[in-house]
């Protein structure tokens, strides 16, 4: 209904613009309407991501016209596949595009055309920026846009079908709130992620365009990626990443993300632009996003995720700790069993000693007076004594046996010594491990 020329404004600044004119011939009561109606709703919005209004009027010949920020650049679906943005990239230039709608709707003004082709990407300061515009069919909250009169056909399809939502196909534009933009939002960072549009409406007849809209099921993003097998390896080129890449991409959040934002019942949908927005901002951050179903194991991944560093690092503290711990512990029983065993040889030595030292008493002169008493004599006592008073504690008793078996072997008096010997070393052997 209307043309948009480069102009050049002279006055009271000079620059270039754009010029929205009606049509010759358009200039209808109805078409009249929406052009007055674009113009206030530009007219009463501030923002740097809308394209901004600044002046309207007439022509001679009484054809109605608005002048407006002229908006060099790409729509932001070729911006993106020209520059190959990754989805990061791609996701942080939208989430501008949602803080921007949101404006809009806080200006009680609802775009319900919201669609790549209606968002302009230029580049200031090498950086890029989004600038909506075609508030065209823009419907005012609250407040009236026009004192004109605006007529929609019961039957008339207000928007462009593959964005719409399903209350907006339903009822031609009557009952839409702001949660119809958010689904067209939704819609529109599915093609931009996925490189497709969710609901494929090109062999649907236009009477059943509405039904589809309202009916068929808006796919994963990740499984509509997948199901694209001739052409997903140009989508994730655009997109610097490869397919499984990108389809990991999509499986974490964006998946849930984007269905909240394109569900059928308005009610489950993100309420605000802004709550969309910021959903994206945690998922970019790695904090768990409202529209994920809350579970303690993706809690817990989202915090792992975020404070990779620090996991790591506690990680390898704890593992050198548990190490060093297990360690300690082996090294104290270690410890524990040599203080043992060197508190049980010390005793063994010194019943040794007692006995072997009360061996000699019977030589004491008092008692030995007119009396010689020979070294077989005292091995012969010593050995009986041995048999008979430490049959309780059997490792004192194989020392002795040994230690007594080694003196008859020195005294040439095997038929003693063996026996002695032999007995130690069984008595060992059952109570102490090999070496």
């Known amino acids: 209904m209307g043309e948009v020329w480069l102009a050049e404004q002279s006055e009271p600044v000079r620059r270039q613009v754009a010029l929205k004119i009606i049509k010759l011939g358009m200039d209808t009561k109805q078409v009249l309407a929406r052009l007055e109606a674009e113009r206030q709703a530009l007219a009463v919005m501030d923002h740097p991501n809308i394209a901004r209004f ?70 200031k300061d090498n950086e890029p920026v989004v600038k909506i515009i075609d508030f065209g069919i823009a419907k005012a909250l609250g407040q009236d846009l026009t004192d004109r009169t605006l007529v929609t056909r019961l039957d008339q399809v207000i928007g462009t079908p593959e964005f719409m939502s399903p209350e907006q196909a339903e009822m031609a534009g009557l009952d839409v709130d702001t949660r119809t933009d958010v689904y067209s939002l939704g819609a529109m960072l599915y093609q931009l992620l996925v490189g497709a549009m969710p609901i494929d409406l090109s062999a649907v007849a236009d009477q059943a365009i509405r039904y589809a809209i309202r009916e068929t099921q808006v796919p ?106 297990a360690g300690l512990t082996v090294q104290a029983g270690r410890i524990a069993a040599e203080r043992d065993r060197a508190n049980e040889e010390a005793e063994t030595t010194r019943q040794v000693s007692d006995f072997l030292v009360g061996l000699f008493e019977v030589v004491d002169p008092k008692e030995a007076i007119g009396n010689t008493i020979t070294a077989r004599e005292i091995l012969d006592q010593g050995s009986e004594r041995i048999d008979r008073e430490l049959s309780d504690q059997p490792l004192v008793q194989a020392r002795l046996m040994n230690t007594m078996g080694v003196v008859y072997w020195s005294l040439a008096l095997y038929d003693q010594a063996r026996p002695l010997l032999e007995q130690a070393l069984a008595i060992r052997e059952e109570l102490l491990e090999p070496v």
């Open 220 to 325: 994963r993003p990740s499984t509509r990626l997948t199901a694209l097998n001739q052409t997903n390896g140009v989508i994730a080129e655009h997109r610097r990443t490869t397919v499984e890449a990108l389809r990991r991409e999509l499986e974490s959040d964006l998946d849930w993300i984007i269905l909240k934002a394109m569900e059928k019942d308005r009610t489950r949908r993100y309420e605000t632009a802004n709550a969309f927005a910021q959903d994206l901002e945690r998922h970019l951050k790695h904090e768990p996003v409202l529209a994920h179903a809350p579970s303690a194991a993706y809690r817990m991944g989202k915090f792992v995720r975020r404070h990779r560093a620090g996991v790591a690092f506690a990680t390898i503290i704890v593992s050198l700790l548990t190490l060093s711990t």
């Open 54 to 123: 600044y002046d309207g009027g007439a022509t001679e010949t009484g054809r109605p016209y608005f002048v407006m920020e002229l908006v060099r650049g790409l729509s932001i679906a070729d911006y993106c596949d020209t520059n190959r943005l990754t989805t990061e990239e791609r996701i942080r230039l939208f989430v501008d595009v949602c803080n921007a709608v949101q404006h809009a709707h806080h200006k009680g003004v609802i775009h319900r055309d919201l669609k790549p082709s209606n968002v302009m990407v230029t580049v």
